[in-house]
């Protein structure tokens, strides 16, 4: 067995019933029809920290899956993401329950303003104590665009320009906005708060214009733990500027290598170090006592999975209608304006790929290959994982919930923990609290690093103006 560093884990889900591996929710023991039960998330987030997990990584989108075939017929038939109801609602509930999960949960900037969404995500911080994330996207689906009424999306590198410009007024808002002193709490005094130490955002930039004072007082970590997704090529220039983690989907180890590569060298190049990113490697387990038990497992989901589901989920990724092409024809790139590092990855294969092999991809309804055996053998890819592809950790994606969180918690972790690979016990920090998702993942502090953009939008301790820094990041941001 390969030896490596300890390893992270995240559990993949969606606040909807069916997410990555479609058709699972038809299964006798498969209980994602509750999605809409506070019971389903809070008993999910004492089985994730009784495995000692880092986090559950929340997935969102906004609009629907419309391409494959047109419609929406078997975006519905099959709940493919759809009903899909509000992430961040969740999060309040399940650390009422919990003390060390942290919660990383995705938000679509391009329709949100950053004075209301900054004010939020603090909220949460503030709720947490310290344990709240945010997952950045910029959006993909047309439908998403025309419900908002727009008539369409911005253009794919447009829409890292709008990102990189929300990021510096949230950057200015939860960093520059109060400084650490600003709050008081004197009750004699009279005074709750120091009105010398709080001060006015004012931007006018391209896409967004603001002037005024950030709504919440300083949150443990101010600025959540910030994860992307991003492979396309701008996507990795976003990621290497801002990101935390990192999630990245990519099944072939070799792909996979080169661009933990890719991102750890980039980070490098825009001041920041190799480490300053966590790498979360998309993972579906099937795991039981056996291996053998393990591969009747599979085949016992794959008799309820939803190729066909998975394929209507690929197509909306990639803005292709798989179903205007015969089984066995090659599929055309097409000019579309979804997820650019998925069409390329289609469409950079070696040969040719037909929706037949797609659906042959997809016999558990999920692009992911799935590691299948014991608790003993699923640690072993694991670490193998880890150790040839340099990733952090794992986003694993859920099969038939619970048990398929249940059989990981029960089988594979006690294996992680006695080679050194999981962490037995949540470690405090130094005042004996619960650490918070930003120290337990970088060991570090609460706080993002100097190294990082949004520090230059701190003021110093007399309350100067954030320094020049700051102004070369964002010229029109005080």
């Not at 949460?124 to 689906?141: A, S």
């Not at 040839?388 to 099969?399: Q, S, W």
């Amino acid at each position: 067995m390969p030896t490596c560093k300890p390893l992270l884990l995240n559990a993949f889900n969606m606040n909807c019933v069916g997410h990555i591996n479609h058709g699972l929710w038809a299964h006798p023991r498969d209980r994602s029809i509750d999605y809409h039960s506070l019971d389903y998330w809070t008993g999910l987030a004492r089985t994730l920290e009784r495995g000692g997990f880092d986090g559950l990584f929340l997935a969102d989108i906004l609009g629907v899956y419309d391409v494959y075939q047109e419609g929406i017929e078997l975006t519905l038939a099959e709940s493919i993401q759809l009903p899909v109801n509000d992430p961040l609602l969740l999060v309040p509930a399940m650390a009422q329950v919990t003390e060390h999960l942290g919660f990383g949960v995705t938000v679509n900037l391009s329709y949100e303003t950053p004075y209301s969404f900054a004010r939020r995500f603090s909220t949460l911080d503030h709720l947490t104590r310290g344990r709240i994330g945010w997952n950045i996207v910029t959006g993909y689906l047309d439908s998403a665009a025309r419900a908002m009424g727009l008539d369409g999306q911005l253009e794919h590198d447009r829409r890292y320009e709008r990102a990189e410009e929300f990021m510096a007024v949230v950057y200015a808002l939860w960093e520059g906005s109060w400084e650490d002193s600003a709050v008081l709490r004197d009750k004699a005094g009279r005074r709750f708060a120091d009105g010398a130490k709080v001060h006015e955002i004012d931007h006018h930039g391209e896409f967004y214009r603001l002037r005024g004072y950030h709504l919440s007082e300083p949150s443990r970590q101010r600025t959540p733990v910030l994860y992307q997704a991003g492979s396309s090529g701008r996507g990795q220039a976003f990621a290497a500027r801002h990101a935390e983690c990192v999630f990245i989907s990519l099944q072939d180890r070799a792909k996979a290598r080169e661009l933990v590569r890719s991102l750890r060298r980039q980070a490098v190049e825009a001041g920041r170090r190799a480490d300053d990113l966590k790498i979360f490697l998309g993972a579906t387990a099937i795991v039981a006592d056996s291996d053998a038990e393990a591969r009747e497992r599979l085949a016992e989901y794959q008799r309820y999975a939803n190729p066909e589901a998975g394929l209507a989920h690929f197509a909306a990724s990639t803005g292709i209608d798989f179903s205007r092409f015969g089984l066995d024809e090659p599929i055309r790139r097409g000019n579309r304006n979804a997820i650019q590092s998925a069409v390329d990855n289609l469409t950079a294969a070696e040969r040719a790929v037909t929706p037949r092999a797609l659906l042959e991809q997809h016999a558990l309804g999920g692009r992911y290959t799935p590691l299948v055996g014991s608790g003993a053998t699923v640690a072993d890819e694991l670490a193998r994982w880890v150790e040839e592809v340099d990733i952090d950790g794992f986003n694993l994606a859920r099969t038939v919930v619970p048990e398929c969180f249940d059989a990981f918690v029960d089988l594979v972790v006690p294996e992680l923990r006695e080679r050194g690979l999981v962490k037995r016990d949540y470690p405090l920090d130094a005042q004996g609290r619960p650490q918070s998702l930003r120290q337990r993942l970088f060991g570090a502090g609460d706080r993002l690093p100097q190294r990082h953009p949004a520090a230059a939008y701190r003021r110093s301790s007399a309350g100067a103006s954030p320094s020049c820094s700051a102004a070369a990041a964002a010229p029109e941001t005080l």
